[in-house]
């Protein structure tokens, strides 16, 4: 078991930014699958829900980059520690988009729409002009698994990888 705990000390630091930017790249591909696939139109939380997975992917493929660099060692637990702090945010923004759809608090003004989905687009109103979509509402989860919404599942998904950001964070600073 120690053996254990001391390989995941000493490869954590050193693999955190590819773990980051490969859950970012699955998060942001399985948010477009479910838009382009499945149909759910995105609401304007779930949109800012993929902003922070876009800004985790860049910062981690740019930091990732830096580490390569001679002097980008000093860099590690300082990218460690925005990652999770990213992804800390995300998972707090994707927990008050759930709590919206629970009806728990209100959501912004912005985010009530009619809950069209991108099935019901026709391209013959889109070009005429004709077509008015509305964009879904924040409040109604289009989706579920075990009682959970993909803002829920966000939510815990980004709670474990922030976990993960501070283990590695803490790892660094231990060496």
């Known amino acids: 078991m120690m053996a254990l705990v001391q390989s995941l000390r000493d490869r954590l630091p050193g693999a955190w930014p590819a773990l980051a930017l490969a859950a970012s790249v699955v998060m942001l591909a399985t948010a477009h699958g479910f838009e382009r696939l499945g149909g759910y139109a995105p609401c304007l939380l779930c949109l800012q829900q993929r902003q922070v997975y876009w800004v985790a992917a ?10 390569r660099h001679p002097r980008g060692a000093g860099l590690r637990p300082w990218l460690a520690l925005a990652l999770a ?28 729409g009619g809950g069209a989905s991108v099935a019901d687009l026709d391209l013959s109103g889109l070009l005429d002009g004709s077509l008015r979509v509305k964009p879904p509402a924040c409040d109604e989860a ?31 600073r231990r060496r």
């Open 58 to 67: 860049g910062l981690a493929f740019a930091g990732a980059l830096w580490l």
């Open 142 to 172: 289009a989706w579920r698994l075990l009682g959970l919404s993909m803002a829920g599942w966000n939510a815990l998904i980004s709670l474990a990888l922030a976990a993960t950001g501070l283990l590695a964070w803490m790892c660094e």
């Open 85 to 112: 702090a990213v992804f800390i945010f995300g998972a707090a923004l994707a927990a008050y988009h759930a709590g919206v759809e629970w009806k728990w608090w209100p959501g912004p003004g912005a985010c009530a």
